[in-house]
Structures are given as C-alpha cells and as structure tokens.
Nanobody
Framework: QVQLVESGGGLVQPGDSLRLSCAAS????????LAWFRQAPGKEREFVAG???????FYLDSVKGRFTISRDNAKNTVYLQMNSLKPEDTAVYYCAVHITGAWFPEGSYDYWGQGTQVTVSS
C-alpha cells in the first residue's frame, strides 16, 4: 500500500507560480511511475503531467512550456512546478502512482492522493 501526502496548493493571481509536492511511502519509489491529474468543477479528471521511473516526461498540451514535473527519489517526492498560471488551471490537483503492469501515462493508476486545491483568480 502506498500513502500519498500532497501540499503546495493555494490561491494565486494569473501569471503567478506554485509548486506542488507529493510525498509517497514505499520502499521502491525509484521504480514508480508518477503523475499529476486535475479536476475542475463540472469537468472530468484529466491528465496533466507524468514522469516515469526512467525520467521520461509527458504533458497535457495546454501546460507544455509552463508546467514541469520532476522527482526526488531520495525524498520519495514528486513535484509539479506551475508557472504562468491561468484561470483555466483552477482545479483540484491529484498525485497518482502506477506500480503494476505496463504504464500508459494517461491510463489508470494504483494509488491517489487526497488532492490539493489550486485557484487562479484576479
């Protein structure tokens, strides 16, 4: 079982930056595939960014060039650096972990965090 603890959300103005963190339990974190999803009010949850255990990354088209996903295996933590935030980025952001089977970044995940609210408003 993997436990996930997220932090870093908040209310910011358009153009501001935030850095989300997700600390995970597990003795084999370095082999986990990790991702961030988000869900806005009235919308379905969507894939935002993913990073494999090899370090390869994937992004939602609308966040490319603005968001960066990274991982620190020594701290069992995955990050999402969000720059140039826009109102349409407003959502609850979730950390997710894929462990078992073939990994498809936008596919299903084994464990989820509780979510952290990001609000971008002027």
């Amino acid at each position: 079982q993997v436990q996930l603890v997220e932090s870093g959300g908040g209310l910011v103005q358009p153009g501001d930056s935030l850095r989300l963190s997700c600390a995970a339990s597990g003795r084999t974190f370095s082999r986990y595939n990790l991702a961030w999803f988000r869900q806005a009010p009235g919308k379905e949850r969507e894939f935002v960014a993913g990073i494999g255990w090899t370090g390869n990354t994937f992004y939602l088209d609308s966040v490319k060039g603005r968001f960066t996903i990274s991982r620190d295996n020594a701290k069992n933590t995955v990050y999402l650096q969000m720059n140039s935030l826009k109102p349409e980025d407003t959502a609850v952001y979730y950390c997710a972990v894929h462990i078992t089977g073939a990994w498809f970044p936008e596919g299903s995940y084994d464990y989820w965090g509780q979510g952290t609210q990001v609000t971008v408003s002027s």
